[in-house]
């Protein structure tokens, strides 16, 4: 999964080199970057819409173009969360509203299940249904934050199913 986001300009290492650090949490700007990358939309420099969004910074295109996608939105209508690890029901969020699996078996296998926020279940149980999310141990960790390993086997696994037209 990480060869073929790598490979597909998705995803890549940390400041030019070739390190890509699979157990490193991923931020909430860097999935955002990744999420654009899979739908094939290009960063916006637009206006930033969020306060703790630099202009200037290498991400606020892309937190432009997610917003405007209607693929991510921020802790509130003013803060976007810089900085921030994301957690693995967030990541479920936008993977369903980047492609709805409405025909995905709906299934929520995980003995945490009632951790899960009640903004993310739905997302979690298409995505669990879809085979595209797991867990360990039969959990889910929903609010434990995404691994940069994770968040490109879910990208991956999302990607397969969309090209088999599913």
């Known amino acids: 999964a990480i060869k073929w986001a790598s490979e597909k300009g998705i995803v890549n290492g940390y400041g030019g080199t070739n390190k890509f650090g699979p157990n490193d949490n991923i931020t909430r700007e860097e999935f955002v970057k990744i999420a654009l ?40 209508d003013t803060q976007f969360g810089v900085g921030e690890y994301i957690t693995r029901q967030d990541v479920a969020v936008i993977l369903n509203r980047i492609h709805n699996f409405s ?27 879809a085979g595209i999310i797991n867990g ?16 490109a086997c879910m990208v991956y696994r999302m990607m397969s199913l969309m090209k088999e037209g599913k």
């Open 37 to 76: 990358g899979v739908m094939g939309i290009e960063p916006n420099p637009g206006i930033v819409a969020f306060s703790d969004v630099d202009a200037s910074s290498w991400y606020a295109p892309y937190v432009n173009a997610a917003l405007s996608a209607g693929i991510v939105s921020g802790y509130s």
């Open 103 to 129: 025909n995905a078996n709906v299934s929520t296998p995980f003995s945490d299940s009632n951790d899960i926020s009640d903004y993310a279940k739905s997302a979690v149980e298409k995505l669990s249904g």
């Open 136 to 151: 360990s141990e039969s959990k889910f960790m929903p609010k434990s934050n995404c691994t940069r390993a994770e968040a």
